[in-house]
């Protein structure tokens, strides 16, 4: 063992690349740092020697001095001078042949004296507080699949491995107060600063006569003139000249221009690319590159839903693609980029309640049945905590009062819950770096030892200013290129998806009676229960129900008022005259993010950045901030004319409703695969529940599904 601190930021980028390559080059069983490793990146690093499993203290247990002198040399001579430590702990452990901690401190001490090295005392923590110490026993049974009562597990000898004060550690060192005034040394030495915020893109090469910006400028306007026609509307380049001027200035044209290279790729490998996902959609710079797929100007689509020009932060872009088909993709990225600069990101799993409870009861060496019946008491959930449960559940609260064993395991799980259980990788997220990724950020094998992700998981990533991207599987994609491709191969038809008309009478008839299995997002018994009452019969109604058909809206009623409106069994409002245009596609009802910032624009005078930070605390509840956008709201409707109370009426109209509002660029977006899956089955039903269920290849529940779906 050996402990080393960043010095300072050079250190700090050392540490990354010796855990990087220790933990992929260097990789067998564990990962592995021998000394010429460690010598390669000992700049800016503080070493001490660790614990009682270090090399020099475990020389001197041995009986072996000078052994323990050679390492300490060799080490004093890797780091600068006066940055490796020779390091003494006191939990009160006894090696197996009988040497006691004090004794090996003095040793270590006396060493210290004779070489000339500082001296450090420190604790072994594996634990923050002493009461941790029963959890931590309990992860470590987990860990070995072993039992609490076991007299032969792995087992740590006592209480004392955690965070100890000042004053603890001065009775447990009191012989060496220098020891622990070096702790404050060390500290002062380290002055680390790990920069956020900051963008760091990958560069992207243009060609020679450009700068990133115009070529970026140049190749939307061959996009629009493709889509709009030539020349093109004055709103299309007034709209593309705005959006430029936000993207320009943060430095992020690039992110673009990459985005749309890995896009186009795609499409001209034969992959399938989903219209767009989320806000991205909003914004025409993407729709001219062909990352998305939805004019967001004849959708009423808002750029600042995408990207607010007041927040200093990355796009966020996720795509989707034929899921038999997206690690092509990124193959491609990790070839373009290089393999040491694209890495898939760490997830870390936490231990939840059922799990815990089960875990807690196995190690408490409970037969499985005692803890099973607990767990299922926990509510069904995937979120759900044991706290929650016991207020929520009286069966389970009187069990837990009254049964000893319950509160037993129940107690143990408690301490065991949230806790990080292992690894993963992120279904999706891709990270494409300017330089070797362990410049920022470390690198490790997965666990399967097949590809190299990092060490900070995404939220990290991104914070970091890295490109974070999402590659995401979509079984839709794949089921529309096999449907397509059945068509030429039945019929002798070259159909393209993204031509199909939106104002087809065939789909919205197959539509209007439900007869959706296998259609994208409609399939669901609920959802054609919905198509049958609403009878869509516009690309807008597809859109909306997409947004409508969720938990919140469903239970607060929105859904039946839509519908009602749209049946004419209600009368179809706009506040005022002057919101019909914001409000008309869904008959006067709110219900997108889109709408609420449109129309604190159009009536309050809010400009599109300060709607943005209105939609997004409106819909976390963020009261500190609503509170003096109330006040603008009502005082910007009167200035333009509005009258304050219709002003004050519709803010309170608003406000329950905007946590269940939707992202209209999202659902746009999505409404668009969900037309063409439609199409696909009401012209070529055969050919379309054949790509459906060679979909589903091998999973039979779905398949027998379909094939019923099929017989009827």
Not at 26 to 51: M, N
Not at 234 to 245: G, I, Q, T
Not at 385 to 396: G, H, P, Q, W, Y
Request: aromatic share 8%.
């Amino acid at each position: 063992h050996l402990l080393l601190l960043a010095k300072n930021n050079e250190g700090y980028r050392n540490l990354m690349g010796l855990v990087s390559e220790a933990a992929v080059g260097g990789f067998y069983y564990k990962p592995q740092v021998d000394l010429e490793l460690l010598e390669k990146y000992s700049e800016g690093l503080i070493g001490t020697s660790a614990c009682m499993s270090g090399i020099v203290s475990k020389s001197i247990e041995l009986g072996q001095p000078e052994e323990a002198r050679k390492w300490a040399e060799e080490y004093a001579r890797i780091f600068a001078p006066g940055d490796f430590y020779l390091e003494i702990q006191q939990q009160g452990i006894t090696a197996d042949n009988g040497v006691t901690q004090k004794q090996l401190n003095k040793a270590i001490a006396s060493l210290a004296g004779e070489m000339g090295l500082p001296l450090v005392g420190t604790n072994d923590i594996h634990y923050l507080t002493r009461e941790e110490a029963k959890t931590q026993d309990l992860l470590l049974c987990i860990g070995t699949n072993s039992v609490v009562d076991d007299p032969k597990r792995m087992k740590f000898s006592c209480d004392e491995f955690y965070m100890k004060s000042a004053e603890e550690m001065g009775a447990a060192l009191v012989e060496y107060p220098e020891a622990l005034a070096n702790t404050l040394e060390i500290a002062e030495k380290c002055d680390v600063s790990i920069e956020f915020g900051k963008i760091i893109l990958p560069v992207f090469k243009v060609p020679e006569q450009h700068t990133t910006e115009s070529f970026l400028r140049e190749s939307c306007i061959v996009g629009l003139k493709e889509r709009y026609g030539d020349p093109l509307p004055d709103e299309v380049v007034e709209r593309l000249d705005y959006e430029l001027s936000i993207v320009g200035p943060k430095g992020i044209a690039a992110y673009f221009l990459i985005v749309q290279d890995f896009t186009t790729w795609a499409k001209e490998h034969g992959i399938g690319v989903g219209p767009g996902r989320g806000s991205a959609a909003g914004s025409i710079i993407a729709y001219s590159l062909g990352i998305t797929n939805l004019d967001p100007l004849a959708n009423g689509l808002l750029f600042e839903r995408f990207l607010n020009p007041e927040r200093t932060e990355m796009p966020d872009i996720d795509m989707d693609f034929d899921d038999e088909r997206r690690g092509e993709v990124i193959d491609y990225v990790k070839e373009k980029y290089g393999t040491e600069k694209v890495a898939q990101i760490i997830t870390f799993g936490t231990m939840k309640a059922r799990a815990a409870v089960r875990d807690a009861g196995r190690v408490l060496g409970y037969p499985y049945g005692v803890p099973d019946k607990i767990s299922k008491m926990i509510l069904d959930d995937l979120g759900a905590t044991i706290d929650e449960s016991l207020k929520a559940n009286t069966e389970f609260k009187a069990e837990y009062e009254a049964n000893a064993d319950t509160k037993r395991i129940v107690d143990a799980a408690r301490s065991l819950e949230h806790i990080t259980r292992g690894e993963g990788v992120h279904a999706a997220g891709v990270v494409i770096c300017r330089d070797p990724l362990s410049t920022y950020v470390p690198v490790k094998y997965d666990t399967k030892g097949g590809s190299v992700i990092t060490q900070y998981d995404g939220p990290t990533v991104a914070d970091m200013g890295l490109l974070k991207m999402d590659f995401l599987g979509l079984r839709t994609l794949t089921v529309i290129a096999k449907a397509v491709e059945n068509v030429r191969r039945n019929h002798g038809v070259d159909l393209v998806p993204d031509d199909f008309p939106l104002d087809d009478p065939k789909t919205f008839a197959l539509l209007q009676k439900g007869d959706t299995a296998g259609v994208f997002q409609v399939e669901s018994p609920g959802m054609r229960q919905l198509l049958k009452r609403m009878k869509p019969t516009s690309f807008a109604d597809i859109v909306a129900i997409l947004a409508l058909y969720r938990p919140g809206p469903l239970k607060s009623g929105m859904v039946d008022d839509f519908v009602d409106r749209k049946a004419g069994k209600k009368p179809i409002t706009y506040y005022d005259d002057r919101l019909k245009e914001v409000l008309e596609d869904t008959y006067g009802a709110i219900v997108y993010q889109e709408q609420v910032m449109r129309i604190s624009m159009t009536m309050s005078g809010f400009s599109a950045a300060k709607a943005d930070k209105l939609r997004k605390a409106m819909g976390k509840k963020q009261l500190d901030v609503l509170e003096p956008l109330e006040k603008d709201w009502v005082e910007g409707a009167a200035a333009n004319g509005y009258d304050p109370k219709l002003a004050a009426s519709l803010w309170a109209d608003i406000l329950p409703f905007a946590e269940y509002a939707f992202n209209k660029s999202h659902s746009a977006a999505y409404g668009l695969l969900t037309m063409q899956t439609a199409y696909l089955k009401a012209h070529y039903p055969l050919d379309y529940m054949a790509a459906v269920l060679t979909s589903y290849t091998g999973k039979t529940d779905a398949i027998v599904k379909y094939v019923a779906e099929c017989n009827r």
